[in-house]
């Protein structure tokens, strides 16, 4: 692609960012707004105008992905040379590099855990604790240590920042185990995540020929998700630059979510103050959503209690065609939340959907038990995001192997996917799925993953008027594990909603939205119920076409109904019922008046009765004296009108929609769900009225 080119692949606020390639740019971009899009042709625009040379530029993100794609854009773009990682990836090279020169001797192993340091670390203190202590311990250490905050400071930081004192313990005590954990990883000769970060940084400020080689190879850096970086990641920034400015930061601070682990949006609302020459380019245009799931996003954002962000938060503006509408779901319980998902995702895939394109979220990992067993129940596979990573899976391993003796031994006259397929089916691949469920499933979609990415790849090569080889496959498999940029595995993705972030689908579920997850329980401060809405904004906005929302108004069947919607969703949440947001203006919530039919209404009081007696639940859990109040005034004749009846969700109306509205209506009501009163209704009322 020509520097033209590149830039009329890009809209009018894209193109901005492509020519701003000096000085400090700030890209303000909303969620869905084509910031990758935007970031990576700016490089390939700065390198094909001269501008850059392609080994200057470093980018760094947060996630491995977020880099393997970023690696992927460019290397499409025809842009070689330019480096694209994490931050800790793109440290630990360096550190690597370094290490032997300035200290001597190998790099200290990287620890993959911290939790056994800690519990090391806790027993040096005597200190009594238990798995799910040492887990809290330890993000606090990194907390701290992201935060760039030591032992000795870091009571009063803790009290300043008004973090409780985790498992238990008061910050006395966690201070002194900071000092613990740190001698215990010494003793092991180990350096943790945060060390990388560290330890560069204090090369970079003592060492100044260690700055000098590291900023005459990086002239210019983009930092992509600005809004999430560490005072730790900052202050390494700062050393990368040596007070230069040739910083491109790319964010939106209405998607910070991880402010527990240390990231501060600060740097990105502050940029201007730091950086007063700064070009500011705001990305607003939603490419991925539709305009039902954009305005939703924007109501979540905009109905915050004022005051509650030290920003304006950017209002998207949807660029697809309209779609359907958002789907709202009131359901029992979780496990027929769970359910009721599960036979919605089966709709959707019979429709064609695949499965890699629809995501189950939830607020928490514990969560997607109910989902994992709905989804097995009827037939569909799922990936558990979070779960074992895929280059680390036995048969992923193995088929990699058969790969590689492939690549030495290919016929230059066979096609590479056909190269991939022949070895991968001495590997246990078929070209048709298993008709079995469950772990031979699981095996064949994982290996199924690398066919798709060798089809991919031939189709990319042919494209660009080139032919892929298996060694091209092999080379983009290392460089993948090496980043842990897995390949798309089919099936219907299970994720919490902080796992989720960066990531897209057709089709997203959002369950358990009730108050006490969406925020979250232990969310009473103004800082910490910001963020939850914030969270939630994050996950509408991961939808592309379909969206629905939903809660159980209970945890277990049978439970008491004492649950309700997330705060987030008042004024948005349309009556309780099947209506959608999108449909236009959500039906208004009738006026009551307490001019009721009191024969209907006794009528109604003993079919909730008999019911609930037949089924051995309280009388509440079936419908509430409210509900059938409004049900004896309003009278609906029909599905539509009983939807609109404060108090009724869908699986009430399945359940008792036919056996109300033959009440109402003056018949024999069926013996639906345990069995409704018989007689009709003239009958029904005398008996009650006795």
């Known amino acids: ?39 990576t042709h700016r490089i390939a625009y700065g390198v094909r105008t001269g501008v850059y040379a392609p080994a200057s530029v470093l980018a760094v993100t947060f996630t491995a992905r977020a ?42 192993e990287v620890l993959a855990q911290k939790a056994p340091v800690v519990a090391d670390a806790c027993h040096r203190l005597g200190l009594s604790v238990d798995r799910v202590s040492v887990r809290d311990l330890a993000s606090e250490i990194e907390w701290a240590k992201v935060s760039r905050i030591t032992s000795e400071d870091y009571v009063r930081a803790a009290v300043a920042a008004d973090r409780p004192a985790p498992a238990g313990h008061d910050h006395q005590v966690v201070a002194r185990l900071i000092t613990a954990y740190e001698d215990a990883k010494d003793a092991r000769g180990v350096m943790d995540m945060e060390d990388i970060l560290w330890l560069l940084s204090g090369m970079l400020v003592e060492n100044r020929l260690v700055a000098d080689e590291i900023r005459h190879q990086y002239r210019r850096f983009v930092v992509d998700e600005y809004q999430d970086i560490s005072p730790l990641q900052k202050f390494l920034l700062d050393q990368w630059l040596g007070g230069r400015d040739e910083l491109c930061v790319v964010g939106d601070p209405s998607q910070t979510i991880y402010s527990f682990a240390g990231a501060t949006p600060h740097y990105l609302t502050r940029f201007t103050a730091e950086h007063p020459q700064a070009q ?23 109905r915050a209690p004022r005051g509650s962000a030290r920003w304006e938060p950017l209002e998207l503006i949807a660029q697809r065609p309209s779609g359907g509408p958002v789907r709202f779901a009131v359901y029992d319980d979780d496990e027929a939340e769970a359910a009721g998902i599960a036979t919605r995702i089966g709709r959707l895939v019979a429709a064609g959907t695949r499965p890699s394109e629809i995501a189950v979220l939830y607020r928490t990992n514990s969560q997607s038990e109910a989902f994992e067993q709905a989804l097995a129940n009827v037939g569909i596979g799922y990936v558990l995001r979070g779960g074992e990573r895929f280059f680390a899976r036995k048969e992923v391993r ?6 590689r003796g492939a690549a030495v031994a290919a016929d230059a006259d066979t096609p590479m996917p056909e190269t991939v397929r022949d070895a991968l089916r001495s590997a246990g691949w078929t070209d048709a799925p298993p008709a079995a469920r469950g772990a031979a499933r699981e095996r064949w979609d994982t290996i199924n993953a690398l066919v798709a990415l060798a089809d991919d790849l031939a189709a990319a090569a042919e494209r660009a008027g080139t032919v892929a080889t298996t060694a091209d496959l092999i080379a983009d498999l290392d460089e993948r594990a090496a980043a842990q940029h897995a390949p798309t595995v089919e099936g219907v993705t299970l994720a919490s909603l902080h796992a989720a972030k960066g990531l897209e689908w057709d089709a997203v579920f959002l369950a358990g939205l009730s108050d006490g997850l969406v925020p979250w329980g232990s969310a009473d401060t103004a800082a910490d119920l910001a963020e939850e809405r914030r969270l939630l904004y994050v996950g509408i906005t991961r939808a592309r076409v379909h969206l629905e929302l939903s809660y159980g108004r209970s945890r277990t069947p049978g439970g008491r109904a004492s649950r309700r919607r997330s705060r987030f969703l008042d004024g948005l949440w349309p009556q309780e019922g099947r209506a959608r947001f ?61 939807a609109r009846v404060q108090g009724i969700g869908p699986a009430k109306i399945d359940r008792y929609g036919p056996d109300l509205l033959a009440i109402v209506a003056g018949r024999r009501p069926s013996a639906g769900p345990g069995g409704g009163p018989g007689g009709d209704v003239a009958e029904v009322r005398r008996k009650f009225v006795g």
């Open 1 to 39: 692609m020509s520097a033209d080119d590149l830039l009329d692949a890009l809209d009018p606020d894209q193109r901005d960012v492509a020519r701003a390639l000096t000085g400090p740019v700030c890209v303000l971009a909303g969620a869905g707004t084509g910031k990758t899009r935007a970031i």
């Open 67 to 108: 880099a393997g794609e970023m690696r992927t854009r460019l290397r499409d773009l025809g842009v070689a040379g330019v480096q694209a990682r994490t931050f800790h990836s793109a440290a630990l090279r360096q550190l690597r590099y370094f290490w032997p020169k300035v200290v001597g001797g190998p790099v200290p």
């Open 280 to 302: 500011v380019v705001r990305l607003v245009r939603d490419y991925r959503s539709t305009p039902q799931v954009v305005g939703l996003a924007n109501e979540v954002l905009r």
């Open 398 to 403: 193995e088929a990699i192997v058969r790969l």
């Open 582 to 642: 999108g449909e236009g203006r959500a039906p208004a919530v009738p006026r009551l008046t307490g001019e009721l039919d009191a024969e209907l209404l006794a009528a109604l009081h003993v079919w909730r009765a008999d019911l609930a007696r037949a089924t051995a639940k309280p009388t509440y859990t079936v419908l509430g004296d409210a509900t059938l109040a409004a049900i004896a005034e309003l009278k609906p004749a029909s599905v539509p009108e009983l």
